[in-house]
């Protein structure tokens, strides 16, 4: 990593200075740059970069995962088609925040806390980069863990995936450990995500544990383990605890979400809802793409939530500008007659394009920016939907929506997971039905937070009913079908876990361009497996390994095997 490479050099380099007299010191000290900092500095700025790293900004890993997860789409030649490489932005961007930053942080918090015995400062940065090397893990296989951030060592070994869990399930117990006991220090609003609340940093730690112990049970045998911390139920118990980042609502300096920062804008959001996805969610199935369950008839209430249309209704009397590949249709502009392209979205502000069409689109290249329909209140805070339209722009939306990392609602699919699988013995209906129950109270709490209307309980109720009455009819693999696609839809905006949900169940069934109707969506690869080593890290690090061809058998994580 040539950052690190440049930091350790910036580090040898202090050091020579600290070897000089005092005197000498005393003239050089630069206020901008100081060698030493403080917990209380260092560890909001660790927080601030480990969420940004994972969130739906461009430099985040659920940038690539959603467009790969069906949920957005991007037309770019990497993201188009399963083609990542390890130059890639989204790729590399993550990697080197986390080494460089976030983990380079919590590596000096938690070996000077140590020294200070700040045991609430250890615990938290324990805990955190427990989780972070574990999301690591499970994106890019094997990375650097043993030998990184060791100030004599300057070009780290990858450690093998299935090596590394077990030090972080050690290290989340020594987390645990700090987080219990006395100290003089006390962590107060310098903590981003609890407040200095340790009771909520313990129970934000179980519940990392049994996410990694679900991970690896199918190469593992965690029974014991998962039947432990489900009877100490010492987890994340509702949204209120949820592990998640909040903003602000300041541009400058910029508070804002990165998600919403980078979406609404008024030139045009980057990335464009898959048509797969509003599909799934609105019972439709317009190009044969075999939408979720087929048989759950019934619209999901949470789309406008979920997808804000800048065009109330595409009409002849307000269509987009250009001609469009996902909507009711557009003027032409020679003719001037109203184009039908999609029938079926009649009556809806829908815009969008479609996955892997990349070059093979007729209507590729029109500019949709003041129509296309863009990620709204529930994953990045924009905008709920009541039908008027608008532009999204920075003067609308709710910047201070949180990114959500590790959810109440997410821990309730993972019990029902492992009941359904067996792995200990519970009732998978009843865990279902109180995870997608959770996952609408966190849409509302999040519509509540901001002022916009809820979604009421009948209406949830009816949804609900319609996903047990469909699961109730299913075999086991449709019932783990259903557990990861409800999964799959109230984790929009995070993306992350998505990719790895899908490498270790199968489910949700994706948008495969090669068996729907359309002539002008081509997949030509296969599903990442991983992602690739970043190309500058392999460049400069000897013992790096060759670069992958992520859709090998040898590019799968440990848990996958």
């Given amino acids: 990593m040539k950052s690190k490479f440049y930091r350790i050099l910036a580090v040898l380099a202090c050091i020579t200075l600290l070897s000089c007299e005092k005197d000498f010191l005393d003239i050089n000290d630069d206020p901008n740059n100081p060698l030493d ?37 991007e037309r770019r030649p990497t993201t188009n088609d399963y083609a990542i490489q390890g130059s890639d932005f989204g790729n590399t961007a993550p990697w080197l925040v986390l080494y460089t930053r976030a983990l380079a942080d919590m590596e000096i918090i938690i070996k000077k806390g140590t020294e200070l015995e700040a045991h609430p400062y250890v615990g938290m940065c324990q805990v955190m980069k427990a989780y972070a090397y574990s999301l690591m893990v499970d994106i890019w296989a094997d990375v650097p863990f043993s030998e990184a951030h060791k100030e004599d060592i300057l ?64 190469v593992q045998n965690v029974s014991a383990e998962v039947t432990a911390l489900l009877s100490e139920g010492n987890l994340i118990s509702d949204e209120s605890e949820d592990f998640q980042m909040a ?111 990349l070059n093979i689109d007729p209507n590729e290249g029109y500019d949709q920016g003041a ?80 002022g916009s209307p809820l979604i009421a309980d009948d209406d949830i109720a009816d949804y609900v009913d319609a996903v047990l009455a469909d699961y109730d009819t299913d075999d086991d693999a449709g019932k783990l079908e259903h557990i990861m696609t409800q999964k799959w839809i109230a984790s929009f905006g995070w993306g992350a876990d998505l990719y790895t949900d899908y490498r270790r169940t199968g489910f949700p069934v994706l948008h495969d361009a090669n068996t729907d109707d359309l002539t002008f969506t081509v997949r030509n690869r296969e599903f990442p497996n991983s992602f690739p080593w970043p190309t500058a890290n392999l460049q400069v690090n000897s013992n790096a390994p060759d670069q992958k061809v992520v859709a090998s058998e040898d590019a799968k994580p440990f848990w996958m095997n």
Avoid at 173 to 192: K, P
Avoid at 411 to 430: C, M, P, Q, S, W
Wanted: charged letters at 20%.
């Fill in 37 to 73: 900092v403080s917990l209380e500095l260092l560890l909001p700025s660790a927080q601030l970069d480990l969420a940004g790293t994972l969130g739906t900004n461009g430099g985040g890993l659920s940038y690539i995962t959603t467009i790969y997860m069906s949920q957005w789409v």
């Fill in 155 to 218: 070009l780290p070994i990858y450690d093998q995936g299935e090596d590394i869990y077990p030090q972080l399930f050690a290290l989340l117990d020594q987390g645990i450990e700090n987080l219990e006991r006395e100290s003089v220090f006390e962590v107060g609003n310098d903590d981003l995500f609890y407040g200095g609340d340790t009771e909520l940093w313990v129970k934000f730690a179980n519940s990392v544990k049994l996410k990694m112990y679900n991970q690896i049970r199918k």
């Fill in 247 to 357: 903003y602000g609502t300041s541009a400058g300096p910029d508070n804002r979400n990165p998600g919403y920062a980078q979406e609404w804008n008024a030139g045009g959001a980057n990335y464009q809802i898959s048509p797969f996805f509003y599909e799934t969610m609105a019972n439709m199935n317009t190009f044969n793409h075999r939408n979720y369950g087929g048989d759950i008839d019934i619209e999901d209430p949470r789309i406008p939530y979920y997808f804000y249309n800048q065009i109330a209704e595409v009409s002849a009397d307000d269509s987009p500008g250009n001609p469009c590949s996902y909507c009711y249709g557009y003027v032409d502009a020679a003719s001037g007659n109203f184009i039908t392209m999609v029938p079926e979205l009649e009556g809806t502000g829908m815009v969008s394009i479609f996955s892997f069409s």
């Fill in 371 to 450: 129509s296309q329909t863009v990620s709204g209140l529930y994953p990045l805070g924009g905008e709920y939907d009541d039908g008027e339209g608008g532009p999204s722009s920075f003067d609308r939306g709710n910047p201070q929506v949180p990114q959500r990392l590790l959810t109440h609602y997410a821990l309730k699919f993972i019990e029902a997971e492992l009941y359904l699988t067996n792995v200990v013995t519970g009732d998978h209906r009843a865990a279902l039905e109180e995870a997608i129950w959770a996952s609408f109270s966190k849409v509302n709490e999040i519509a509540g937070s901001v």
